[in-house]
């Protein structure tokens, strides 16, 4: 079946606004009602077909009681729906929870991601994340609790057994975050993930020297319904990638990672090696 036409914007929107007409506890067409719409109006702007004026949608938003600050971003999200790529500015340092990429992460069938500096988010036990945490001068200390919790929390991702690969630099196995004790910790967790049959670590010796890694860490999820998407950060921004050729390049970065990488089972006693 071909993937039908979507961006990461209009989804988020979509999302949104599907929640607060679903938080006003009221069905479809008694919101219409209320606001004198059409029913085949709002079906058809919860379906990316338009037909809504920036000032229908700002009644309706207001109608479903949303905070000034995320209605003026679901506006601006209104007047973008159909741009692929996507560069969201945060300001001073990372969101403590990256919205779009979990809610992305959330729809995904499959997720790939390349980590050549620290072990993968969604594998991080608590003092490996507070470690990473309390390096970074631009994330604020006294949002450390908050933002542990919230890399804990994404984690339970893998409840719906989200089918994942994570290739890591091997450099990333001996680099000390939190001490000693911590990685060894952490390195234990890895392999404990490793049981789960939908989880992958694919370990990029370091004696291969030059390899296609080296443009830095992303991520690639790919859905049953949509195009994949490709997340780069940096230290206060987040690119969303969304053109089919720049999306290939980076899947093309991947097959020459797992062409190069240890395979599963060669990563998992890797691993092991290093945490006794």
């Known amino acids: 079946m071909p993937k039908r036409f979507s961006t990461a914007r209009g989804r988020e929107f979509g999302d949104a606004v599907r929640a607060a007409l679903s938080a006003t506890g009221m ?45 003026d971003h679901l506006l601006r999200l209104l007047r973008e729906t159909d741009m692929k790529d996507w560069w969201q500015k945060h300001g001073d340092h990372q969101p403590i929870l990256p919205r779009t990429w979990f809610e992305h992460l959330q ?16 594998l991080q036990v608590p003092d490996y994340t507070r470690a990473v945490i309390l390096a970074n001068p631009n994330a604020p200390h006294d949002e450390l609790e908050q933002r542990v919790a919230a890399r804990q929390a994404m984690q339970e991702i893998f409840r719906q057994r989200l089918r994942s690969t994570f290739y890591i630099h091997e450099q990333v196995l001996v680099l000390p975050v939190g001490g000693r004790d911590v990685l060894r910790d952490q390195l234990h967790h890895l392999l404990r993930m490793l049981v789960r049959p939908y989880i992958d670590v694919r370990i990029v010796p370091t004696d291969t020297g030059a390899h296609a890694g080296l443009g830095g860490a992303f991520d690639l999820m790919t859905f049953d319904r949509y195009e994949p998407t490709v997340f780069l950060d940096t230290e206060n921004s987040t690119l969303i990638v969304e053109s089919a050729g720049a999306v290939k390049a980076h899947s093309e970065v991947l097959t020459s990672l797992a062409a190069i990488a240890l395979d599963a089972e060669q990563s998992r006693e890797k691993i092991t090696e290093l945490a006794t």
């Open 107 to 122: 729809k995904a069938k499959v997720f790939t991601s390349w980590c050549p500096l620290v072990v993968p988010g969604l």
């Open 27 to 71: 069905t479809a067409r008694e919101i219409c009602e209320k606001i004198d719409w059409d029913p085949g109006k709002l079906s058809d702007l919860m379906n990316g077909k338009g037909g809504c004026s920036e000032v229908d949608v700002a009644i309706l938003l207001s109608f479903c009681r949303i905070v000034p600050e995320e209605r």
